[in-house]
């Protein structure tokens, strides 16, 4: 993948995600009569400005993409006419102030829970949690797991995919808890494991939860048994035929699909001897594979694909869709759960409970922005539910200069009976800069990182 892969996939979602959090300001604040002066998308040099609306507010994209602002008529900003008074954001009451700033990242929230509740509503393919064989010596060994075991509950809660068994799973090494796995396997026998998650260390930037106690995705062992074969392509020009059984590619003995997969891949336009079994007979043919573009190289391609792939991919894959009312409430809870977790594993990386490499910037998330949508829409959407959730947590963060430091100091604007002092204000902004370009300093670190130990 070349970097317009990963940059125009973030560059989106970055532009949905601010538009959306600025967007909950600007519509709760019209609400409140209150008049707005400018939307802008990022920061700095206005590149493009329009003005429209009753008020002729002005809409303007701006040079700096990472972030953006809604300027609201404000007395402590400029001079406001006597007749527009009324208008000012300052002349609010507190709590019509507080809905304004809570808008934006409401509407982050809101947001997710309307694409999680599309995907379910639509239908989205996710992995089984079939388990493979697990790792020699690790926990799960120990703990009797067995490859082609069905994770049926994980602490007593259903799990229908491979995302939902390492999402309770995080939960429960958050917790340091021992939790109980139901699994089934493909005789149908249930069993019960049990795992003491009490020494896991949560470093998501290295392991998985999974991964670490020896649990591992099941991958079966395809025969190289040919299936369709596209007309026209090198497999069939070559006289192969469905059913066909490759033994070798090119002298060396091919064990299962992905070896010959990986043979023909790495042979764009060159000849290749290819033996196969048919009807307990032996034949010798020579194919050229054809050269492909894909993800900036060069590949090969037969044109055909492996034997029963519908029979196995519903061993690996499962469609999970709710009706409309169930699909709301997956997508509240998921929203909820996202934002809970979020908020717990902040709070263990203070007190030193999770690993800080936790902590991610702008480059590994762009770089999930160009995976994903490599993957396909589906997994671009939960890209971006999972994304609109975190900008929204933290912008409720109690930190000045973002919402939550606002809401804040209306806390303490009621407690006291009064707004808060200019002078402490401004001294929470600086402070709350100072954090701020830390936090996102140590984020870009942490990239980096992983940059260089990939």
């Given at each position: 993948?070349g970097?317009?892969?990963?940059?125009?996939?973030?560059?989106?979602?970055?532009?949905?995600?601010?538009?959306?959090?600025?967007?909950?300001?600007?519509?709760?604040?019209?609400?409140?009569?209150?008049?707005?002066?400018?939307?802008?998308?990022?920061?700095?040099?206005?590149?493009l400005?329009?003005?429209?609306?009753?008020?002729?507010?002005?809409?303007?994209?701006?040079?700096?993409?990472?972030?953006?602002?809604?300027k609201?008529?404000?007395?402590?900003?400029?001079p406001?006419?006597p007749?527009?008074?009324?208008?000012?954001?300052?002349?609010?009451?507190?709590?019509?102030?507080?809905?304004?700033?809570?808008?934006?990242?409401?509407?982050?929230?809101?947001?997710?829970?309307?694409?999680?509740?599309?995907?379910?509503?639509?239908?989205?393919?996710?992995?089984?949690?079939?388990?493979?064989?697990?790792?020699?010596?690790?926990?799960?060994?120990?703990?009797?797991?067995?490859?082609?075991?069905?994770?049926?509950?994980?602490?007593?809660?259903?799990?229908?995919?491979?995302?939902?068994?390492?999402?309770?799973?995080?939960?429960q090494?958050?917790?340091r808890?021992?939790?109980?796995?139901?699994?089934?396997?493909?005789?149908?026998?249930?069993?019960?494991?049990?795992?003491?998650?009490?020494?896991?260390?949560?470093?998501?930037?290295?392991?998985?939860v999974?991964?670490?106690?020896?649990?591992?995705?099941?991958?079966?062992?395809?025969?190289?048994?040919?299936?369709?074969?596209?007309s026209?392509?090198?497999?069939?020009?070559?006289?192969?035929?469905?059913?066909?059984?490759v033994?070798?590619?090119?002298?060396?003995?091919?064990?299962?699909?992905?070896?010959?997969?990986?043979?023909?891949?790495?042979?764009?336009?060159?000849?290749?001897?290819?033996?196969?079994?048919?009807?307990?007979?032996?034949?010798?043919?020579?194919?050229?594979?054809?050269?492909v573009?894909?993800?900036?190289?060069?590949?090969?391609?037969?044109?055909?694909?492996?034997?029963?792939?519908?029979?196995?991919?519903?061993?690996?894959?499962?469609?999970?869709?709710?009706?409309?009312?169930?699909?709301?409430?997956?997508?509240?809870?998921?929203?909820?759960?996202?934002?809970?977790?979020?908020?717990?594993?902040?709070?263990?990386?203070?007190?030193?409970?999770?690993?800080?490499?936790?902590?991610?910037?702008?480059?590994?998330?762009?770089?999930?922005?160009?995976q994903?949508?490599?993957?396909?829409?589906?997994?671009?959407?939960?890209?971006?539910?999972l994304?609109?959730?975190?900008?929204?947590?933290?912008?409720?963060?109690?930190?000045?200069?973002?919402?939550?430091?606002?809401?804040?100091?209306?806390?303490?604007?009621?407690?006291?009976?009064g707004?808060?002092?200019?002078?402490?204000?401004?001294?929470?902004?600086?402070?709350?800069?100072?954090?701020?370009?830390?936090?996102?300093?140590?984020?870009?670190?942490?990239?980096?990182?992983?940059?260089?130990?990939?």
């Amino acid at each position: 993948m070349g970097p317009l892969d990963y940059i125009l996939p973030f560059l989106l979602a970055l532009g949905i995600l601010i538009v959306v959090h600025e967007f909950g300001h600007y519509a709760v604040a019209r609400l409140c009569g209150v008049k707005v002066i400018r939307f802008s998308l990022g920061f700095g040099k206005p590149l493009l400005v329009r003005r429209a609306g009753p008020d002729q507010t002005e809409w303007v994209l701006s040079a700096f993409p990472l972030g953006g602002y809604v300027k609201m008529l404000d007395e402590r900003e400029a001079p406001v006419e006597p007749f527009e008074l009324h208008r000012a954001f300052n002349r609010q009451s507190v709590w019509r102030r507080i809905a304004i700033v809570a808008a934006g990242p409401l509407a982050n929230f809101v947001l997710a829970i309307a694409l999680y509740w599309g995907l379910y509503t639509g239908g989205v393919e996710e992995l089984r949690p079939r388990l493979g064989a697990p790792e020699a010596g690790s926990l799960a060994e120990h703990a009797g797991f067995a490859q082609g075991e069905l994770v049926r509950k994980v602490a007593g809660r259903e799990v229908e995919t491979w995302q939902d068994f390492r999402w309770v799973l995080l939960n429960q090494a958050l917790e340091r808890q021992v939790v109980v796995i139901e699994t089934i396997n493909p005789a149908g026998e249930v069993a019960l494991r049990r795992l003491d998650l009490a020494a896991t260390v949560v470093d998501q930037g290295e392991k998985d939860v999974a991964h670490q106690v020896g649990l591992t995705l099941y991958r079966p062992r395809v025969p190289a048994v040919l299936g369709r074969l596209v007309s026209g392509g090198a497999a069939e020009a070559a006289g192969l035929r469905a059913g066909d059984k490759v033994l070798r590619v090119g002298g060396v003995e091919v064990d299962d699909w992905s070896d010959l997969v990986s043979a023909v891949r790495d042979s764009p336009g060159r000849p290749l001897e290819l033996e196969a079994l048919r009807g307990g007979a032996s034949l010798v043919v020579q194919i050229v594979p054809g050269a492909v573009e894909e993800g900036g190289r060069t590949i090969g391609r037969i044109g055909v694909a492996v034997a029963d792939a519908d029979i196995r991919r519903d061993l690996m894959f499962v469609t999970v869709r709710y009706d409309s009312l169930d699909a709301l409430g997956k997508g509240l809870r998921q929203t909820w759960e996202t934002s809970a977790l979020s908020l717990s594993v902040m709070g263990r990386m203070i007190i030193g409970e999770v690993s800080v490499k936790n902590l991610s910037g702008p480059v590994t998330i762009a770089d999930f922005a160009g995976q994903s949508a490599r993957m396909g829409w589906s997994h671009y959407i939960k890209f971006l539910a999972l994304i609109s959730i975190s900008l929204g947590v933290l912008n409720l963060l109690p930190v000045p200069v973002l919402d939550g430091g606002h809401l804040l100091y209306y806390v303490i604007e009621i407690i006291k009976g009064g707004p808060v002092s200019e002078r402490v204000m401004e001294i929470g902004q600086q402070i709350g800069m100072v954090l701020l370009a830390a936090l996102m300093a140590f984020a870009f670190y942490n990239d980096i990182n992983r940059l260089v130990a990939s």
